[in-house]
């Protein structure tokens, strides 16, 4: 998890390097390998409400996992 969010933090530093500040998260607490193994039709109507609601109002969408 540690190394997830240094990515993230990382991240957030060079898109406001290059003046973008308006960046939106997707909660791991909410979606997550248990909820989408267990509730796939759940986790795809979270997802999708969640991306519509951030694409009206942030430039960038990071999905904060840690994939190792």
Same mark, same amino acid.
């Given at each position: 998890m540690f190394f997830s969010?240094?990515?993230c933090r990382l991240k957030m530093w060079e898109l406001k390097q290059q003046g973008i500040d308006d960046i939106g998260?997707?909660?791991? *607490?909410?979606? *997550?390998?248990?909820?989408?193994?267990?509730?796939?039709?759940? #986790?795809?109507?979270?997802?999708? *409400?969640?991306?519509?609601?951030?694409m *009206? #109002?942030?430039?960038?969408?990071?999905?904060p996992y840690n994939m190792w």
């Open positions: 969010t240094l990515l998260f997707i909660d791991p *607490n909410t979606v *997550n390998g248990h909820v989408v193994k267990h509730y796939a039709k759940d #986790t795809e109507d979270l997802l999708e *409400n969640f991306l519509e609601a951030l *009206n #109002t942030k430039s960038t969408i990071i999905f």
